[in-house]
């Protein structure tokens, strides 16, 4: 485990050196090991670990420590992380879908969509190239994927943000962008990420020689929203910045004091 | 420490009466879990457990569990009781589980000083089998040292600082139904197992029989004590000294019927071994004479 976490660390310092470079590092990628993510009640821990040629998927009870169900994949298969803060993806807010996937530097990306009541797997699909987990929907059956549109790793990295519907494993055609500025290109790195039980999954991206940006997704009705923040160098101190979804509002805070709220109907920043 | 008045109990019965009910106590304490997988079934050692629920270090802050991986190999976890998160795990090839050490499900194999623990799979059979085990440290779930024995062994108990790890040695007895077995020491540092087997000086010749239903130890870990079902009936109290490579039996006649032999539970105070079947008190044996009161 700790070969596989040192080559996750090792790759994800390469990516951290790549992202600062260009100013896009649009996902972190699978995590093996711990933490894990945990379930909304705070109840369940899910956690990959590598063993072998395979890959253990375990549901822990946070109290107690005991393992409740496991299952054993092929190959290396990871939670997702979704932001640099070490924000976790992959699990549906109710806890009955969980996602993994396999590391993006290969050929292809493998994901697999599990029942995280029993860890049966639902469904599995194999990408070609380099693609990452960026959110589910409330049911699960939509799953939102980073793609990488160059060589993975390189220079000004291009990416799309697509959907992938699991009942059908198959992609829905065209990327998700926000349709009030459908040229603009995706770039920035995901600091940190907070959802709200209706299926919208926010995302605050940090831009080198830009102001940062909230990305609104709204899982369910595949759509999206790039809101830009009024934050000033900001660079220093972003990736302290705390994010919390409060009735219709997103709250970001530093230190403990919110600092910018946006209203999550209009999308309006104050 | 020289009991008094404790007796040797040992007494032969069929093959198939032996079985029977071995296989009967096992399956009525055992139960049945998907997590849990005993292996090497019913006999002297309950043979080794999968998944949860582990052993738990002495503080109850670490559980360590053992979880099969892929076909051939093995995943050794320790866990966080409190918040659920995987501290450590090593991949170890070839099958490995923490020890069982009693058909009630409790375990054994981290030592009271917490620097070894012990994952072992038992052998299947007589003729050549080999018994690995592999000792790591805790802390950090290296290994420490890989220890193979010729012959078919089941993990019994450690001493408290792990030094030494007490086994029971099957044998295929006269009947070859495999209950007849010696207690033997293994020193963990050499690998070597002491030469003969810890038995109740006071009754050397006699053979051990009875099935583990229930461990409990002393809050030191000097003494484990196993509450064993003879094959013939009754029970008996299996005393072993974990430092002074010392044993003794101690018969003790209880009050239930044998499918509830299963239920009864020991409690180690400062002086006595109490034995429990819900809210009765079945027994009480001083510790230091194994004199048994009811």
């Given amino acids: 485990m700790r070969r596989t976490l040192a080559l996750a660390t090792m790759l994800g310092a390469v990516w951290a050196g790549v992202a600062a470079a260009d100013g896009g590092g649009p996902s972190p990628g699978p995590s093996l090991g711990p933490p894990g993510v945990l379930d909304h009640a705070r109840s369940i821990r899910y956690v990959t670990l590598s063993a072998g040629k395979a890959t253990l998927v375990e549901a822990v009870g946070t109290r107690g420590g005991k393992i409740l169900r496991w299952t054993s994949l092929r190959g290396m298969l990871g939670l997702p992380m979704v932001a640099w803060d070490g924000s976790m993806g992959g699990l549906t807010r109710d806890g009955t879908h969980l996602v993994v996937a396999s590391p993006f530097f290969a050929r292809s990306t493998r994901f697999a969509l599990l029942d995280a009541g029993t860890l049966k797997v639902l469904a599995h699909t194999r990408l070609p190239g380099s693609w990452a987990f960026d959110a589910l929907s409330p049911d699960g059956s939509t799953m939102y994927l980073i793609q990488y549109l160059g060589r993975y790793g390189s220079v000004s990295q291009p990416y799309a943000v697509r959907a992938l519907n699991w009942d059908t494993d198959r992609l829905y055609p065209d990327a998700i962008v926000d349709k009030r500025e459908p040229d603009e290109k995706m770039n920035g790195q995901p600091i940190t990420r907070a959802g709200s039980p209706n299926g919208w999954a926010y995302t605050l991206y940090q831009r080198l020689g830009k102001r940062p940006f909230v990305h609104a997704l709204d899982t369910v009705h595949r759509r999206a929203f790039c809101v830009d923040l009024p934050w000033r160098d900001s660079v220093d101190w972003i990736a302290t910045v705390k994010m919390r979804v409060r009735g219709e509002t997103l709250e970001l805070s530093r230190g403990g004091r919110t600092i910018t709220r946006m209203d999550r109907k209009t999308l309006e920043v104050s | ?294």
């Fill in chain 2, 1 to 294: 420490m020289d009991p008094r008045g404790a007796e040797r109990c040992i007494e032969s019965v069929c093959k198939e009466e032996k079985m029977k009910r071995a296989l009967l106590l096992g399956l009525l304490v055992a139960g049945v879990s998907v997590l849990v997988e005993a292996a090497s079934g019913a006999g002297p050692s309950p043979g080794v457990a999968l998944g949860s629920p582990g052993v738990v270090s002495r503080d109850g802050k670490v559980r360590y569990v053992a979880m099969q991986a892929g076909r051939s190999g093995t995943l050794v976890e320790s866990i966080t009781t409190r918040g659920g998160t995987v501290r450590h795990a090593r991949f170890l090839k070839g099958r490995f589980g923490v020890p069982l050490v009693a058909y009630d499900r409790s375990t054994g194999g981290l030592s009271h000083d917490g620097r070894r623990l012990v994952v072992y799979w038992p052998a299947s059979g007589l003729g050549h089998a080999k018994t690995r085990f592999v000792v790591l440290n805790p802390r950090t779930l290296r290994v420490r040292s890989r220890l193979t024995l010729s012959g078919n062994f089941g993990f019994d108990a450690l001493s408290p600082d792990g030094s030494l790890m007490y086994l029971i040695q099957l044998k295929g007895g006269s009947n070859g139904s495999g209950l007849n077995y010696d207690v033997r020491a293994l020193d963990v540092s050499t690998g070597h197992l002491y030469p003969g087997s810890i038995v109740d000086r006071r009754e050397p010749e006699e053979k051990m029989t009875g099935i583990p239903m229930t461990r409990s130890g002393s809050a030191d870990a000097n003494w484990a004590y196993t509450l064993y079902s003879r094959p013939s009936g009754g029970a008996f109290v299996h005393a072993l000294h974990t430092t002074a490579r010392e044993a003794f039996c101690i018969d003790v006649p209880l009050a239930v019927r044998d499918e509830q032999l299963g239920r009864v539970r020991m409690r180690v105070t400062a002086d006595a071994l109490v034995l429990r079947l819900g809210r009765k008190t079945l027994a009480t044996i001083d510790r230091r004479t194994f004199e048994v009161k009811h």
